[in-house]
């Protein structure tokens, strides 16, 4: 047998269905033999004990280095896949987002080329239509073969929106291809409307982004687009799904036995729309779309994600910084650039409060942030679980350590993180990207360049 370069002795080995102890032996970046008192060497051993050993997290939803509302998120591909691996992330999928007038092809080549030689762990791509034609449509199969095969269309936002007719020829193509249509869902007339009458009213703080986009503009979105998928007899999924009134309309459909998905993410859990009152324009911090909800909102999405009502939960990261970016809104809460960061914080947040606060299990935590994703976005069983061949993409979680989170410690490139002040029982003390040690205790220990783009197939529909 050729050398082991690395063995994880006596940790808890942990999937979505799963917890034992067991030996976990790596070479050439895959697993290659999990069971008890393994008999061999390696170049490396870690003693696990104590330790929770998960699948590596896999972000579906991250903005790295995207020009967004008159600015350019903060993190490019090296600094957001630096803060990914240290959280505990080991895949991400970016949203490719299509300029004006380019083609699909040109618009992968444009994001492969923001990733290349930076990312410090394996990446994918959605590619987001902004501006679909019959040219577009015809160029979403070959998209699909070359492993581009997931697709975000915005319900809102001016010169990225698509109409419902387009989203409904997007669903039929997707379908027959093997792809998969994933939907920002907020109505852009009710939105529109809400912020010109706050703006002639001269109502301009951040807490009426919130107030201009009620959960029921969300809603009837989802709803809308579900209607569509079943017309076109296609699977959907829903990114970033923030309230109950979302999460009711996604429950009816899949008792339907209507194949959509939908991810939520840590903000809509933790956080509520309380925070847009801070002061000191503060509250622009959690500026973003779709906007942080009444608290009434959050536990049902704990359920959700328990029941098995909502499949993942995805970051959205998107990060400006406080001074110079989120500042451009000062004026006008509707010139405030929408996005915050959250790459780092989504396994520890999930760990540290969702599992040790008995919200959600360890399995379930394994099931929403790795294996789900990894199965929807085409790329399961090579990641989102622990086999025998799988990649060695892996996150160790020390349950007895705690800590409170503080901007100091991370590394997303950016001023501020929503979750300043959070204390979490239990912490990601070791991440292994591709067979690699790529960050220890918090500290980067990886290489950028490192981390390699995977073509995904086809959609395993849960
Ligand atoms: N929402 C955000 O808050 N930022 C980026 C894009 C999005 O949909
Ligand atoms: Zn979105
Ligand atoms: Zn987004």
């Known amino acids: 047998m050729e050398e082991l370069d690395l063995i994880l002795k006596e940790g808890q080995i942990v999937t979505a269905s799963d917890i034992y102890t067991a030996d976990l032996a790596i070479s050439d970046?895959?697993?290659?033999?999990?069971?008890?008192?393994?008999?061999?060497?390696?170049?490396?051993?870690?003693?696990?004990?104590?330790?929770?050993?998960?699948?590596?997290?896999?972000d579906v939803h991250t903005h790295l280095d995207m020009p967004f509302g008159g600015t350019v998120a903060s993190d490019n591909f090296e600094t957001g896949t630096i803060a990914a691996a240290c959280g505990g992330t080991t895949t991400i999928v970016d949203f490719a987002i299509q300029p004006q007038g380019a083609t699909l092809a040109e618009t992968a080549a444009q994001w492969q080329e923001k990733a290349a030689g930076k990312a410090a762990i394996d990446y994918a791509f959605h590619i987001a239509i902004t501006d679909m034609n019959d040219a577009i449509m015809k160029e979403m199969p070959q998209a699909i073969q070359s492993g581009y095969s997931s697709f975000k269309l915005f319900m809102t936002y001016d010169g990225f929106r698509v109409t419902d007719d387009t989203l409904l020829k997007a669903l039929k193509i997707a379908k027959e291809q093997g792809g998969l249509v994933c939907v920002h869902a907020e109505n852009y007339y009710i939105i529109d409307y809400l912020v010109k009458q706050f703006k002639a009213e001269n109502k301009n703080e951040p807490i009426y982004h919130a107030l201009s986009r009620p959960n029921l503009a969300e809603a009837e979105a989802v709803n809308r687009a579900i209607t569509m998928a079943k017309l076109a007899g296609a699977p959907l999924y829903i990114v970033h799904l923030s309230c109950r009134e979302s999460l009711e309309e996604l429950k009816r459909a899949r008792a339907l036995g209507l194949p959509v998905m939908a991810e939520t993410c840590p903000q809509y859990l933790l956080l509520d729309e309380d925070k847009y009152r801070e002061p000191d324009?503060?509250?622009?911090?959690?500026?973003?779309?779709?906007?942080?909800?009444?608290?009434?909102?959050?536990?049902?999405?704990?359920?959700?994600?328990?029941?098995?009502?909502?499949?993942?939960?995805?970051t959205d990261h998107c990060p400006f910084f406080f001074q110079g970016q989120k500042e451009m809104g000062r004026g006008f809460f509707g010139q405030i650039p929408n996005g915050a960061p959250g790459v780092e914080t989504r396994m520890m947040l999930l760990?540290?409060?969702?599992?040790?606060?008995?919200?959600?299990?360890?399995?379930?935590?394994?099931e929403i942030t790795a294996t789900n994703p990894a199965k929807i976005f085409g790329?399961?069983?090579?990641?989102?679980?622990?086999?025998?061949?799988?990649?060695?993409?892996?996150?160790?979680?020390?349950?007895?350590?705690s800590l409170t989170i503080i901007k100091s410690i991370l590394h997303e490139h950016v001023d501020y993180t929503p979750y300043e002040g959070f204390n979490i029982q239990g912490y990601p003390v070791m991440t292994i990207a591709g067979g690699k040690i790529v960050a220890e205790n918090g500290t980067f220990t990886g290489k950028a360049g490192t981390g390699n783009f995977i073509k995904r197939s086809a959609p395993v529909l849960i």
């Not at 290659?32 to 330790?51: E, M, P, Q, Y």
Request: aromatic share 6%; proline share 6%.
């Open 29 to 58: 970046g895959k697993i290659r033999l999990i069971g008890s008192h393994l008999d061999c060497t390696a170049k490396k051993i870690v003693n696990a004990k104590g330790k929770y050993v998960l699948p590596g997290g896999i």
């Open 379 to 401: 790329m399961y069983p090579r990641k989102g679980t622990i086999a025998v061949g799988s990649d060695a993409d892996l996150v160790l979680f020390d349950p007895a350590r």
């Open 281 to 314: 324009f503060a509250g622009a911090k959690y500026v973003m779309s779709p906007p942080l909800r009444h608290k009434e909102s959050l536990e049902p999405l704990w359920k959700g994600l328990k029941n098995g009502d909502l499949q993942a939960v995805a």
């Open 351 to 366: 760990f540290g409060i969702g599992v040790s606060g008995k919200k959600i299990s360890l399995q379930k935590m394994v």
